[in-house]
């Protein structure tokens, strides 16, 4: 059976959850493993909230926000971008592959482009194999 | 924290999601969740009897949590918020999960979409537990608009709203009113004079008490909130760069259209040939009352071409929906200033959907116009005859329903140009802060049941901005615009999302972090205290400050740190 990963998506409420909706009305068929957890913004995504997505047993985290220059917050996009170098680096120093986490920006008329993202993603995640920091840390509270 | 009494109602949406989605299993799974009193899947939640039965639930078994696991929250959130709210409960007690739109929809696997929908709802149960009874602010509603072009959609949305007694700002870049209509002799079908129609809307505007009309300006920003927002408008014109800020509590954005650069298809000689020309080159003729070639002859052959830029591979995908009637239009016109004229209209397919519009199609077809039917995407192919032909230039066309190649004679050829999004489109949805998609025509709220509002709460969009309108569909969409104004204006007040930022002063360090990272300047340092605070009426909930509150001491009401963990627990449970 193939691995089927758990990817947790947080989308922005103007631009990328809209287009995710927008892939709905379009009817554009894409990978069930992607789910979306909805923020007003991208600049909402604490690192934590990452972070805590891989620690429950999430196999990839998805971000998505609207294009640059076009944030309903005018700016948002621009402090996550600040933000998720950080992080990246973070994830990296604990061994978490660059492919388990991404951010794209999808704008509310890119039903096609949310689609084609989350396939993608979806087959990079699965080349990685599960996660294995849930295990860890489960084997690590069992050992203490 | 009491356990909390949950309802679960997942919606088969006819067949929509149930086809799709295992309902009764998702919620045979909820009901077993703690928290879970009630789980119940029905065949359309929105419905009156849906509605009714989480009210009566709510009632009689004292719920005080909903998750409604249906279709996307940004089309029904406010239909399930109203029914909360009626049962008695706060209505930020619910939480939708979205299975339709970003599950039944976009799936064909039955058990993976099942299973999906499955976590979402589970997330949206975990979630609701962590709910908090919010209360919507209300803020005064400024009475005035803003309209931000003066062609028939701005104009009309102009008069209803100035005729109600409110004051509006009209903006307009040229040193005229009237937008592409202005442009145009008569109009399809009945052949009403274009400029009748407008020159009596526009004096009316001109000379309204209510109206402030500002020619040769354009709006340069945008700033505030639904009911409150201040605009600055600057002159453009040379010697004119004179700056008004003005006070609105709505916009409406009716920019129109341009027309397609007929130059771009180069088989048709546009640019090259003298006697090809556009649509609106043929609409000055008409208003001159002189239909002639560049050398001043009456021509004998006119050819019309249709699509110009419209639904082509190539140029753009959709239809321009005004040109196919125009085009008939023209045979009308020509017929009758030059009764022994040839006329000829070369077509992809005649699109004659609106009213009146298969009437015109007959009796011009009765005129004697020569229809000839090419295939999308392979272009008729326009060149200069020789001396020996009787005509100018030559038209070769693959008819389709004859099937043979045939050769078209023409002295005069019209290119029907279709619309296409302004060129600053984007900069004027990144003014108005709403958004434009991929051929550049402005987002509404929901293409079918919400077609005039943006997802920015107080902008509407009104006319061919939006997609390509003819008039009628322009006007109708601009009074609408101006109606919901009105009854904003009408209450004085608004209501507003209880979603805003706050400060926990005993845990702000005062650092000053999410001071300069508010886009809206809605966080004030109180000196005396040494902490920051939130302003909530600037407030716009994006959160950017509270993800990086390093001391975690501000809180997104309804998209608490405690709620999304919730969320993103139950997503993987």
């Known amino acids: 059976m193939t691995f089927e990963p758990k990817i947790v998506g947080f989308l922005c409420n103007w631009c990328s959850y809209t287009g995710a909706d927008l892939a709905g009305t379009s009817r554009i068929q894409y990978a069930p493993n992607v789910r979306v957890i909805r923020v007003m913004c991208s600049a909402r995504v604490d690192p934590t909230f990452v972070i805590r997505a891989l620690e429950e047993g999430a196999d990839g985290v998805l971000i998505c926000g609207c294009h640059p220059g076009d944030c309903h917050y005018s700016e948002g996009n621009y402090k996550l971008m600040r933000r998720y170098p950080l992080l990246k680096k973070l994830l990296e120093e604990y061994g978490i592959e660059n492919d388990r986490v991404r951010l794209e920006w999808v704008s509310a008329s890119e039903g096609q482009r949310f689609a084609d993202i989350v396939n993608d993603m979806t087959e990079r995640v699965r080349e990685l ?4 920091i849930r295990p860890a840390l489960q084997a690590d509270a069992a050992g203490r | 924290m009491d356990e909390p009494k949950i309802g679960f109602y997942i919606c088969n949406c006819g067949t929509n999601i149930a086809k799709m989605v295992d309902c009764d299993a998702v919620a045979e799974a909820a009901s077993q969740l703690p928290g879970v009193t009630v789980a119940k899947a029905y065949k359309y939640m929105c419905s009156n009897p849906g509605q009714e039965m989480i009210i009566q639930d709510a009632k009689e078994q004292g719920l005080d949590r909903v998750v409604v696991a249906a279709c996307s929250p940004r089309m029904h959130e406010p239909t399930f918020r109203k029914a909360l709210a009626t049962a008695g409960v706060n209505q930020y007690f619910l939480e939708m999960a979205n299975i339709r739109e970003q599950c039944s929809w976009v799936h064909d696997d039955r058990e993976a979409a099942t299973e999906k929908a499955r976590a979402l709802a589970f997330a949206a149960i975990s979630r609701v537990s962590y709910h908090e009874p919010l209360e919507r602010r209300s803020v005064d509603m400024c009475p005035a608009t ?14 209803d709203l100035a005729d109600a007694g409110t004051q509006v700002f009209m903006v307009d870049r040229q040193d005229h009113l009237g937008g592409n209509i202005a442009r145009v002799d008569l109009t399809a079908p009945y052949l009403d004079s274009a400029r009748d129609m407008l020159t009596e809307r526009i004096t009316r505007v001109l000379e309204h008490p209510n109206i402030e009309v500002f020619l040769e300006s354009e709006v340069e920003s945008i700033e505030g909130y639904h009911g409150n927002f201040t605009a600055k408008v600057a002159g453009k014109a040379a010697g004119n760069g004179e700056a008004h800020e003005v006070a609105v509590g709505s916009v409406v954005v009716s920019t129109g259209y341009r027309e397609f650069d007929a130059s771009r298809i180069t088989h048709y000689g546009y640019g090259k040939l003298p006697n090809v020309i556009t649509s609106f080159e043929f609409e000055k003729m008409l208003r001159r009352g002189e239909i002639v070639t560049k050398e001043g002859k009456v021509p004998q052959y006119v050819a019309i071409v249709h699509c110009v830029g419209s639904r082509s591979k190539e140029y753009h995908p959709y239809c321009s929906r005004v040109c196919c009637m125009t085009a008939l239009k023209y045979a009308h016109e020509v017929k009758s200033a030059i009764p022994n004229c040839y006329v000829s209209d070369v077509y992809i397919d005649m699109h ?9 199609y ?53 290119l029907m140009v279709g619309m296409e999004a302004q060129p600053d489109c984007r900069e004027v949805a990144h003014l108005a802060n709403i958004s434009a998609d991929k051929d550049g025509w402005f987002i509404e709220s929901h293409p079918k049941l919400d077609p005039v509002a943006t997802t920015t709460d107080g902008v509407y969009i009104a006319g061919a901005c939006q997609a390509p309108k003819d008039i ?29 930022a706050e400060v926990d002063e005993d845990l702000c360090s005062g650092c000053r972090v999410c001071n300069e990272l508010c886009p809206y300047t809605a966080i004030e340092f109180d000196e005396e205290k040494h902490k920051s605070q939130v302003i909530s009426a600037l407030c716009k909930a994006c959160g950017a400050c509270v993800a990086a509150c390093p001391s975690g001491a501000i809180k997104a009401r309804h998209f ?14």
Request: aromatic share 4%; with cysteine.
């Open chain 1, 129 to 132: 194999g599960p996660s294995t």
């Open chain 2, 146 to 159: 803003l309209v931000i072009g003066g062609g028939i959609a701005g104009l009309s949305a102009a008069l």
């Open chain 2, 352 to 360: 004659a959907f609106g009213k009146g519009h298969e009437d015109f």
């Open chain 2, 362 to 414: 007959r009796r011009s077809s009765e005129v004697k116009t020569l229809f000839l039917m090419f295939k999308k995407n392979e272009h008729p192919v326009v060149r200069k005859a020789d001396p020996k032909d009787d005509c100018e230039m030559l038209i070769e066309v693959n008819e389709q329903l004859s099937g043979e190649l045939i050769e078209l004679p023409a002295d005069l050829i019209v």
């Open chain 2, 472 to 500: 009628p569909d322009s006007v109708a969409q601009a009074r609408a615009a101006a109606a919901r104004i009105l009854a904003h204006i009408s209450r004085g007040k608004l209501e507003v999302d209880a979603v805003y």
């Open chain 2, 560 to 573: 608490t740190d405690q709620q999304i963990f919730a969320e993103i627990q139950g997503v993987l449970a």
